[in-house]
């Protein structure tokens, strides 16, 4: 999604197990008429069909050659990342390109051209999950492309690309305190939006890289392509095949595939953790100790006297003490073995709210330009942040 994919090898690694298959069996009945294996739509016609169905947002149906208008022919400067599923282009929205369209800068997601099932199976859930759900802090789907082999989708531009990119950059500014406060709590809200809703939603592949930053930090969870019907009714979990990013994925869930809203709150926990210590989930170049993250960090979370030990040093200290220890008790908490014992996402909104330093806005205090950039069809205008 967007601009949250850095060049050159992709960061996800898709967690599997071939002896698992995806079962429908404990899927809710909107969730097996939009992913049936023989049912899946596979035509431009049949998943607009689908879509008006069950969608309540208005989506724009692009074609092909329009995409080739806003991204300049998918030029190689225009691209923003890649991953996995194939690449991510900067485009531009002109009033010329249809009428009545007003100017805008957009991401233009690209799935590779093989077309395999899973491929179009994740392209799909995407355009279906984000045609139904609207919040602050999901990232909002303009349109699609469903035209021969091309599965595309359009997303609003969020400038400051993903967590994973701020966070771990090593020549951009380190995030302050407030602003990793800031970017815990608004996604925080964004999962607790997705388990409350009227058909609730596991989102199963929360990280750094799927979060994303407007130019004041504001965040807005994309990229919903694992994303599931959570269970329903007596049910207390759904079966499914093994999917998400190793690092991140709970444990119980590896283990047995079952899946259940507490999967995503391990997943807060080790972005949370990420964020208070700068590092990230995995890396293999460190001591064979501290290569997971997690298993490193959570038995000194509850050491008052280490803990400050493991928070990011780039911060230089410069965090208030207390808060430090309340957001470390909520990583802890989100990442017990035991899902029963992991608060719910609505307790953790409650948990980081009084931790945000409110009144700052980070763009405020730099000046802003007005970059006037060349497009194929016309010209857009944007403020961009100057560095001082």
């Known amino acids: 999604m967007g601009n949250c994919f850095c060049r050159g090898q992709p960061s996800i690694y898709r967690v599997s197990s071939n002896a698992k298959s995806e079962s429908t069996k404990d899927e809710s009945p909107s969730q097996k008429a939009r992913m049936d294996h023989t049912k899946m739509p596979s035509n431009p016609e049949e998943v607009e069909d689908l879509r008006r169905r069950s969608a309540t947002n208005p989506l724009i149906v692009f074609s092909f050659d329009e ?57 799909l859930a995407e355009v279906i999950f984000l045609g139904q759900l609207s919040h602050p802090n999901l990232v909002k789907l303009i349109g699609y492309c469903c035209e021969a082999d091309h599965r595309v989708l359009i997303y609003e531009y969020m ?72 269970p329903v009714g007596d049910k207390s979990h759904v079966s499914t095949r093994i999917m998400g ?56 979370l509850r050491e008052k006297k280490k803990l400050l030990n493991i928070i990011d040093p780039r911060l230089d200290g410069d965090y208030p003490i207390k808060a430090v220890h309340k957001a470390a008790m909520l990583a802890y908490h989100c990442l017990n073995r035991n899902p029963k014992a992991r608060p719910l996402m609505r307790d953790i909104v409650d948990s980081l709210e009084p931790l945000q330093i409110h009144g700052e806005v980070p763009t405020s205090e730099k000046p802003t330009l007005t970059v006037i950039t060349d497009t194929p069809n016309g010209v857009i205008k944007e403020k961009v942040q100057t560095l001082t």
Request: net charge positive; glycine share 10%.
């Open 245 to 300: 990013t190793y690092g991140y994925a709970a444990p119980e869930y590896i283990m047995t595939g079952h899946l259940t809203p507490r999967s995503d709150v391990y997943s807060f926990g080790v972005v949370l953790l990420e964020l208070l210590t700068g590092r990230k989930s995995l890396e293999k170049s460190r001591p064979a100790r501290e290569q997971n993250l997690t298993d490193w960090a959570l038995p000194l």
């Open 159 to 230: 400038a400051r690309g993903s967590v994973e990119n701020n966070l771990f950059s090593r020549v951009l500014l380190p995030l302050s305190w407030s602003i990793r406060m800031k970017i815990a709590f608004g996604a925080a809200k964004g999962l607790a939006f997705l388990h409350e809703a009227e058909k609730p939603v596991i989102y199963r592949d929360f990280k750094t890289s799927n979060i994303l930053l407007d130019l004041e930090y504001n965040t807005k969870l994309s990229d919903f392509g694992l994303a599931k019907d959570g």
């Open 67 to 123: 995409l080739k208008i806003m991204t300049g022919n998918f030029r190689q400067d225009y691209m923003l990342g890649g991953g996995g599923f194939g690449s991510v282009y900067k485009g531009y929205i002109t009033q010329d390109l249809r009428e009545g369209f007003q100017p805008i800068t957009v991401a233009v997601k690209v799935h590779d051209g093989d077309n395999s099932y899973q491929g179009h199976r994740e392209w």
